[in-house]
């Protein structure tokens, strides 16, 4: 049933299908997928909300959701099997709970936080597009060849998974003529700006092991990007943007592809750039920015 949304792939890969007997990433790499493992691993969280947002819905939506939560599912397995090869000091069950503590998702009460179905559409159309061209950034930059071919899966799952949402959300919108390109844009950039939100920061926040003291938000975004961003090449914004103009229903002709990336690169390497300098200047342990929002270790968010 879920095959109006999202096929399941003829040859969909196993968790066990890759061999990680052996891994070797460098330090910001291993990081990098450390973080992201714990925020795969959160997957039943994220389908709960989302079944309950559909459960006036047809079946066609909610099997859907339910086969994206199943290959979500597998990511976290997998990339957990990535860290514990690459570092056998991991000790996942000590992170995730840590991290659960620290940050909880949205609950699931049937109302979508981004006001409507549409909106939720399309800001899940804005995160598998950055998740899939996350992972061709990773498989880029890894000279493991069997973490290269894992991060490779997964970037196309995540490109599927990006179809799925692109068709839910042309199916509301057919329904609702007035989500047109600018509500659509509006959504999308919402989403973008929350991209530095504590999900990603805190779970960097505890695989680097700070998570048991105060926790500098800005300082750990800047500390993260900086090992990031500098994996990012024009030909992954170019692939990322040719996404983001289809969930916003414009036409990606060479040109405005060409614009949007070159705004993408210019930001991101802005960011990189900024977060780099602000390494330098702010410790990451040190209390010495009386502005720099914080969290404590009950998940409140404050100034100190
Ligand atoms: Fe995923
Ligand atoms: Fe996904």
Redesign the pocket.
Known sequence: MYATFIRSSLNHWKPDDFDLSSVRLTEPLLHITKTICLL?SR?DDYAEYLQAIFRERTEDWTSAISRWNF??CQ?GVTLRSVCEAGDQDFDFDFCMSQYECLVSYHAPTGESVRGSVAAEMVSRCVVEAL?STLYRVLADAALDRNASAVYSA?AQ??AR?YGMFLKMLNAEAKENPRIGVLARCRFALQRMIELEDEQIMLASCVVAGRADDIIFRRREASWYLSRLYCFYRWGHLRYAVRMLLRTIDVRATPLLVWTVTMAMWSVIRIRLLMAILSSFVIPLRAAKNPTNKAVNRSGEVGRI
Request: proline share 0%; hydrophobic share 20%; aromatic share 0%.
């Open positions: 795969e997957c290959e979500e990511h998740a997964l799952d995540e998974h």
